[in-house]
């Protein structure tokens, strides 16, 4: 196999790598930024990191509410051509992430989860610096 030959597969890997993360890191805010508050837990209250985490989350619930999927789903389709293509790891990755659901419920659900992030916004709101 040559090296054009890798690319496709190696970056199909990549995306799906940061789409994963992307996904923990909102995951693990939804339910760090409550439970934080409430143990006291200083970087619940980061504004960089809210502010990212929020924007991720209205990025997600735009997308939705435009019936468009994620941008990072529609790369990681273009270089593999099938979601089912790719190594053991990445086809079990792939069952995780991307659920056999109506768009609806994927919508419904994105403008539930970012309303329950905006209002965390304000109930436990980002410390600005003075």
């Not at 409430?38 to 209205?58: D, E």
């Not at 190594?87 to 659900?109: D, Q």
Request: charged share 5%.
């Amino acid at each position: 196999m040559n090296v054009l030959g890798l690319i496709h597969p190696l970056a199909a890997e990549a995306v799906l790598t940061i789409h994963v993360a992307i996904i923990a890191f909102n995951v693990f805010g939804l339910f760090a930024i409550p439970l934080g508050a409430s143990c006291g837990w200083s970087f619940v209250h980061a504004p960089l990191w809210r502010l990212a985490h929020l924007a991720s989350m209205a990025i997600v619930a735009l997308q939705a509410l435009a019936g468009r999927a994620c941008f990072l789903t529609l790369w990681q389709q273009a270089l593999t051509g099938t979601r089912q293509e790719g190594p053991l790891i990445m086809r079990w990755v792939n069952a995780l992430v991307f659920w056999p659901l109506p768009a609806w419920a994927f919508t419904a659900a994105y403008l539930a989860i970012f309303l329950y992030v905006l209002a965390l916004f304000f109930l436990v709101p980002p410390r600005w610096r003075k």
